[in-house]
Antibody, heavy 126, light 109 residues
């Protein structure tokens, strides 16, 4: 059974750096084709993908936030960590991590988020 | 940058009715790599449909997806009480790699 859980501060001040940890079980991030991503949802707004790290340590970032994000993994601890610098009140959101794997079709494949954590609400305020 | 626009914003229906949700992309979705998710209040999103028309594990067959290119639909053939929720479409492969629509709320009429 795959489970994921986010942890981190609930309140950060503007300009500070946010560090969130995703702790997971039921899979290994060293398994070929597996990845863990971060998605956020601001109050009343759509889901926004932020970053993803693959089993081979390949990393992908949202172009609009790339300069502020860093994603890393600790395979031995079953954890993925996201850091976001220079936090602003507009970054107030629920931050979720999610599992992904290759979904094969013919000679190609895609990645979809098939297991999600419950999310962690982060408020940015002074 | 690809943008997904969902319509309608809110769909008011009764249990037993058919629901049809739309997702329109600003450019062609790469290989029709499109998914649908269901989210209930206080819960994480749940993957329903992937590759535009394939049901995820454990998803009832009243949920079906169709479409290609820039226009996709999610159909719920007969709404059950547990189906009232917010539904999101999501594409993979264009830039940004993963993009979500703004959601359609299916509410009880």
């Amino acid at each position: 059974q795959i489970t994921l859980k986010e942890s981190g501060p609930t309140l950060v001040k503007p300009t500070q750096t946010l560090t969130l940890t995703c702790s997971f079980s039921g899979f290994s991030i060293s398994t070929s084709g597996v990845g863990v991503g971060w998605i956020r949802q601001s109050p009343g707004k759509a889901l926004e993908w932020l970053a993803l790290i693959y089993w081979d340590n390949d990393k992908r970032y949202s172009p609009s936030l790339k300069t502020r994000l860093t994603i890393t993994k600790d395979t031995s601890k079953n954890q993925v960590v996201l850091t976001m610098t220079n936090m602003d009140p507009v970054d107030t959101a629920t931050y979720s991590c999610a599992h992904t794997r290759r979904y094969f079709r013919g000679s190609g494949w895609a990645y979809y988020f098939d297991y999600w954590g419950q999310g962690s609400l982060v408020t940015v305020a002074s | 940058e690809i943008v997904l626009t969902q319509s309608p914003g809110t769909l008011s229906l009764s249990p037993g009715e058919r629901a049809t949700l739309s997702c329109r992309a600003s450019q062609s979705v790469n290989n029709n790599y499109l998914a649908w998710y269901q989210q209930k209040p206080g819960q994480a999103p749940r993957l329903l449909i992937y590759d535009a028309s394939s049901r995820a594990t454990g998803i009832p067959d009243r949920f079906s997806g169709s479409g290609s290119g820039t226009y996709f639909t999610l159909t719920i053939s007969r709404l059950e009480p547990e189906d009232f929720a917010v539904y999101y479409c999501q594409q993979f492969g264009n830039s940004p790699l993963w993009t979500f629509g703004q959601g359609t709320k299916v509410e009880i009429k």
